[in-house]
Each structure stands twice: as structure tokens, then as C-alpha cells.
């Protein structure tokens, strides 16, 4: 079973300012297999990225994804006061079929 | 536009059942893989089931393997999840979602607003 470890676990910013958000996994894996969400409080999550990085239809620029092996990157190069949320990663592949990050809040400094 | 709509969550008692629905519409219900996903108050996401999109490929998390089983309509546009043996730790809000599977990967493309269940005495 695939682990994945979020850091940090609340990242603390302000608008304008990049975040930077790391996903490792237990064993390598292969970046066709990793996705990010995004969820806001009292929000289903959202596909943000998916292959690690390719944006889903509708996600702005300034989301990127970036990675291999068993190190993975979500950045946001200037926040948004809409980007404030909690971030997930996730590995698709054997069972569990599909494996989720603990999570990383971005909150507002 | 593509709609998720689940409904038949509340309050069960430890050991009691109930089967969640989630309505689709908005795209070829048939031609897509649907996963359950939950997230307990506070807590992170899980994903728990998914099945094919003709209903003959179903896999469970270990969790809840034995006590929930997915299944789905295709005539009637619809996903369902019955659960058996519930316990404290089921509760959570449930999210249906749309798998975008292609060359053997998939993604949850489209979450609906998830319900809530709760197991208590």
C-alpha cells in the first residue's frame, strides 16, 4: 500500500505570497498516478491537478504541479484570497485503489 | 452541466443499515467508473468503493470491505451504496464522485456535495 505524507501540515501566508506544498509517497511511483484537490470549508474537494502535472478544465495558471519518483510539489505562485483551503494529494493503483494525503491547510497569516 | 446529487444519510444506530443514493446527470452515466469517498468530521478523505461503469469491476477499501456494498442504475442515472453493521467510526460525510479513467489511470473529476452519516446510539 502506497503511503502518501503531506508537509506541512498547515502552511501559514499571505495573499500575493507563494505556497509551496510537498506530497511523499512510500515507495516511487509514477507521476501519471498522482492528483490534487482542493477543498474549502463546507466544499466537496475539486480536481486541481492530475498525471502531477496537468490542470484540470477550469483551474487557473497560477497552480502547478510538479514531480517524480517518490517527491511531488503543488505550487501556488501568488495566493488568491480564494486559494485558502485544505489540499489533498492522491496515488491511484493497486488496492487501496486510490490512497489520499493527509492533507495541508493553507491558511491566512 | 454534470450533476451529483446524494441523498439518504442521517442518523443510524451502531449496528443498523442504511443505503445512500447519488443521482447523476449532465453526461453518459454508463460510460463512467463512480467511487464513494468519505471524510469523518475533521478528519481527511477515504476513499471507500469504486465501480465500473457496467457494474462488472467493484473494489473496496479494507474498511468497509464486508459491510458495504456498492452497486448502480445505469437506467435510472443512479449510484447507491447500502451499508450494513454500521459503527461510530462510519460516521462522516459521503461524496459520490465521477471517475475520468483513460490509459488506466483515474481521477475524481466531479464530487458531489456530499450527506452526512451518523452512527450514534
Known amino acids: 500500500e502506497i503511503v502518501l505524507t503531506q508537509s506541512p501540515g498547515t502552511l501559514s501566508l499571505s495573499p500575493g505570497e507563494r505556497a509551496t506544498l510537498s506530497c511523499r509517497a512510500s515507495?516511487?511511483?509514477?507521476?501519471?498516478?498522482l492528483a490534487w484537490y482542493q477543498q474549502k470549508p463546507g466544499q466537496a474537494p475539486r480536481l486541481l491537478i492530475y498525471?502531477?502535472?496537468s490542470r484540470a478544465t477550469g483551474i487557473p495558471d497560477r497552480f502547478s504541479g510538479s514531480g517524480s519518483g517518490t517527491d511531488f510539489t503543488l505550487t501556488i505562485s501568488r495566493l488568491e484570497p480564494e486559494d485558502f483551503a485544505v489540499y489533498y494529494c492522491?496515488?491511484?493503483?493497486?488496492?487501496?485503489?486510490?490512497?489520499f494525503g493527509q492533507g495541508t491547510k493553507v491558511e491566512i497569516k | 452541466q454534470v450533476q451529483l446529487v446524494e441523498s439518504g444519510g442521517g442518523l443510524v444506530k451502531p449496528g443498523g443499515s442504511l443505503r445512500l443514493s447519488c443521482a447523476a446527470s449532465?453526461?453518459?452515466?454508463?460510460?463512467?467508473?463512480m467511487s464513494w469517498i468519505r471524510q469523518a468530521p475533521g478528519k481527511g478523505l477515504e476513499w471507500i468503493s469504486y465501480i465500473s461503469g457496467s457494474g462488472d469491476t467493484i473494489y473496496y477499501a479494507d474498511s468497509v470491505k464486508g459491510r458495504f456494498t456498492i452497486s448502480r442504475d445505469n437506467a435510472k442515472n443512479s449510484l447507491y451504496l447500502q451499508m450494513i453493521s454500521l459503527r461510530a467510526d462510519d460516521t462522516a460525510v459521503y461524496y459520490c464522485?465521477?471517475?475520468?479513467?483513460?490509459?488506466?489511470?483515474?481521477?475524481?473529476?466531479?464530487w458531489g456535495q456530499g450527506i452526512l452519516l451518523t452512527v450514534s446510539s
Open positions: 515507495q516511487s511511483v509514477s507521476s501519471r498516478f
Open positions: 464522485a465521477r471517475d475520468l479513467c483513460s490509459n488506466g489511470v483515474c481521477y475524481h473529476d466531479f
Open positions: 498525471g502531477a502535472s
Open positions: 449532465g453526461f453518459t452515466f454508463n460510460d463512467y467508473y
Open positions: 492522491q496515488h491511484y493503483g493497486s488496492l487501496p485503489r486510490y490512497s
